[in-house]
């Protein structure tokens, strides 16, 4: 995946843009229910951006996990797109 990059512990981060997030509640329930998963390392939601930042172990959680994820919480989650601008 070209939004993703590995240091060599085998960890991945990987921007999300989210969208359907409108409050802090929103944000900590994102932020939670990531962290709580096996495989994610840290979640960090950022409500002003619509961002989330994700570092997690790719043996044990793929992106499009994390993503379906976000989207069952009731959000849309997909990889941001760090070289191409963004519709917005
Ligand atoms: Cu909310």
Redesign the pocket.
């Known amino acids: 995946m070209s939004t993703t990059s590995s240091d060599i512990s085998g960890h991945t981060e990987v921007e999300l843009s989210v969208t359907g997030?409108?409050?802090?509640?929103?944000?900590a329930?994102i932020e939670e229910t990531l962290s709580r998963r096996p495989g994610v390392e840290t979640a960090s939601v950022d409500l002003d951006s619509a961002s989330a930042s994700v570092t997690f172990d790719p043996a044990t959680i793929t992106l499009g996990e994390i993503c379906s994820i976000v989207a069952g919480l009731g959000y849309a989650a997909e990889p941001a797109t760090g070289s191409a601008p963004a519709l917005a």
């Open positions: 997030m409108h409050c802090g509640s929103c944000v329930l």
